[in-house]
């Protein structure tokens, strides 16, 4: 089975950074997703990590320890349009490629 | 357009009747997922399908049947709805030859059971 933990919710204030953590136990490891979702539509993609390291992509970029198990997601230059739920998504072994979701963690920018 | 449709986006129905979702898709990929989403429990999968002769069940099938009917139509069936089928319902797809196969998610039906 797969064990995926992120905090419920957090809230930062615009302008400001905050770093948004993902820890997972899976057997096996084929790579892990975040996805934002703005309340009420669908996930978009945001990034995909395989491999240790950081990969940045704009003011987004996301971490990954695969000997500890652990990610993170950090949004630089926070503005308000980033209020949303952010989901680490982890693809265990197997070979199926299916990712499971952890539940989320709520972001609330305020000014 | 959308590449990945689905219908209806909102539907109340009653205990005990029988519903179709239906899920299209443009982006021409092969696998097409469903999942639910409920408040505090993130994204679960119901089923998925690898291609059109490939279902597969997800961790939380029971109560669900769904149909491939092409490679562009993924449809969710209830059986016979019961309230605590009331959730936010998701289709995606995914392409193996993409990024890490990350998957493109429909806009959503609301479903509520009475």
């Known amino acids: 089975g797969q064990n995926i933990d992120q905090p419920t919710e957090m809230t930062a204030t615009e302008g400001a950074i905050v770093q948004i953590n993902c820890t997972y136990q899976?057997?096996?490891?084929?790579?892990l997703f975040w996805y934002q979702q703005h309340a009420g539509e669908a996930p978009t993609f945001l990034s995909y990590n395989v491999l240790d390291g950081l990969e940045e992509k704009g003011r987004f970029s996301s971490f990954l320890s695969r000997s500890k198990g652990y990610s993170y997601l950090l949004l630089k230059e926070l503005q308000m349009k980033d209020s949303a739920s952010y989901l680490c998504?982890?693809?265990?072994?197997?070979?199926?490629?299916?990712?499971?979701f952890g539940r989320g963690t709520s972001l609330i920018v305020h000014p | 357009d959308a590449d990945v449709t689905q219908t209806p986006r909102n539907r109340i129905t009653k205990t005990g009747k029988r519903i179709m979702l239906e899920c299209s898709q443009t982006?021409?990929?092969?696998?097409m997922y469903w999942y639910r989403q409920d408040p505090g429990l993130g994204l679960r999968l119901i089923y998925y399908?690898?291609?059109?002769?490939?279902?597969n069940k997800g961790e939380i099938s029971d109560g669900y049947s769904v149909s491939r009917q092409a490679q562009a139509k993924f449809s969710l069936s209830l059986e016979s709805a019961i309230p605590n089928q009331t959730a936010l319902y998701f289709c995606a797809t995914s392409d193996p030859t993409g990024n890490g196969h990350e998957q493109y998610f429909g806009p959503g039906t609301r479903l509520t059971v009475t």
């Open positions: 998504a982890v693809r265990g072994g197997g070979g199926s490629y299916i990712p499971t």
């Open positions: 982006k021409g990929h092969d696998r």
């Open positions: 899976t057997s096996g490891f084929n790579g």
């Open positions: 399908s690898f291609d059109v002769k490939d279902i």
